[in-house]
């Protein structure tokens, strides 16, 4: 029987709160079991083992993610929505590295629900009058980018000796003159209708 108060959601929160503090590689069952003072074979209750929990820490960290970035863009578009899209990755994968790194994992075949978490960032890039056809690789290549940059940033992957802030807010400028182009030229690169 199911310990009182133990959810599979619980379970999830507990083992993202891990993965930011020890990072994600280094989740465990046994560490996850320990912070919810049960036995490890309790959490099977609950989880199918470390990749079905890793599963649900994605499902968790996306619908946060989406949150936040829903919230930092509402009422915005174009390049105001591009800057705070990028500020509120940037603050959440400081905040949740964990969390960050979990966000990457691609849905399972016929995983409905975490293909729907991924699936609403799209409504982002509407400002941009990109082609209908061109949305998945323009989130695409707007996702690697911000994963990219927060990830280093929460890393001190950035030693050289120039301001983060204003190689930031450069970056974030050409994110913009990049989507701006897709819309003007009709696809990426130029492709034209």
Known sequence: MPRAGLTRARVASVAAD??????????????????????????????AGLDALQRDVAVLAL????????????GRSGADALRGLAEAYRTYGGAHPGRLAASVRAPGPGDAEHAAAGERALAVLSGYGIREE????????????????????????????????????????????????????????????
């Open 18 to 47: 891990v993965a930011d503090e020890v990072a994600l590689e280094r989740l465990t069952l046994a560490a996850v079991a320990q912070r919810l003072g049960v036995s490890g074979p309790a959490l099977y209750k609950h989880v």
């Open 63 to 74: 619908g946060e993610l989406t949150a936040a970035l829903s919230a930092a863009t509402v």
């Open 134 to 193: 061109d949305l998945v690789d323009a989130l695409r290549i707007v996702r690697a980018s911000l994963h990219g940059f927060a990830v280093l940033d929460v890393s001190g992957g950035f030693g050289l000796p120039r301001d983060v802030e204003a190689t930031y807010a450069r970056y974030v400028e050409t994110l913009d003159a990049g989507l701006r182009s897709w819309a003007l030229s009709g696809g990426p690169l130029g492709a034209g209708p």
